[in-house]
């Protein structure tokens, strides 16, 4: 920093919180309550909030608790019950996103840790977005890292779908067998039949003529064996 060098750094998984998600305390529960019973349980509480619902801002009844790293942080998965509520206490959802930095505009770390210099999202200047003179929303935009003509935190950026693909491949690219000659990817065999190939080919059903229609010739006569009678013998 004495040499205003440009790097940004991550906080180590050990010193990180601890966090889960409460689920069935109601939304109006008070964060310093929460905070409050679980201290009594023997947890250091650093953060409490109620999560809410995107599309309608919505309180939901649950709330993410962040503790401080300790040997019996995994006990917090045994409480079932808080502030006369049965609740149950579960690990977050892991999220697929990749972070990005507020102040750089770029991947990988966030603005608390970042020592880069400022790119505006908007017209990739090098100021914040909060200093942006640009207040008014139209099209002439940039973006900081691919330089098209997107804000820099949109999602169709090529920078963000190569880093996405990267990262987190999708489900059905990660089961294709790989070919025991080649490391690229799979390549099917050109000779094999296709699922539509098989689907045309005609089936050799033997027909018969209808029981309304004349045989035309002797190949086509079809006998039908006499039923047998029996006779009562006195």
């Known amino acids: 920093m004495e040499k205003n060098t440009e790097f940004h750094t991550y906080k180590p998984q050990q010193d990180r919180s601890f966090r889960v998600v409460i ?3 109601h939304p109006s529960t008070e964060a310093q309550d929460i905070k409050r019973a679980l201290i009594e349980k023997g947890h250091e509480v650093t953060n409490v909030w109620n999560a809410k619902q995107r ?46 930095c507020m102040g750089c505009q770029k991947y990988g770390h966030t603005k608390n840790y970042c020592r880069n ?5 908007k017209c990739a200047e090098q100021h914040l977005t909060s200093e942006c003179p640009r207040k008014v929303q139209d099209d002439t935009v940039k973006c900081a890292n691919y330089g098209d003509q997107h804000p820099a935190n949109y ?6 779908k190569q880093l996405q693909q990267q990262l987190y491949p999708k489900l059905r690219d990660r089961h294709i067998p790989q070919s025991p ?11 094999a039949t296709t699922y539509a190939q098989a689907a045309k080919r005609q089936p050799n059903i033997q027909r018969f003529p209808s029981p309304h229609t004349h045989p035309t ?15 009562n013998s006195k």
């Open 55 to 100: 599309s309608t801002n919505r309180p939901l009844p649950i709330h993410f608790i962040d503790i401080k790293p300790h040997p019996n942080n995994k006990e917090m998965y045994q409480i079932t019950t808080l502030l006369h509520a049965v609740v149950k206490v579960e690990a977050p959802h892991v999220k697929r996103v990749i972070p990005q």
């Open 217 to 231: 010739s002797t190949s086509e006569m079809i006998t039908t064996p006499t039923p047998m009678t029996s006779h």
């Open 181 to 191: 000659i080649t490391t690229g990817a799979y390549k099917p065999n050109p000779t």
């Open 155 to 160: 999602k169709g950026c090529m920078v963000h």
């Open 23 to 25: 689920r069935n305390l």
């Open 117 to 121: 210099s400022p790119k505006c999202v």
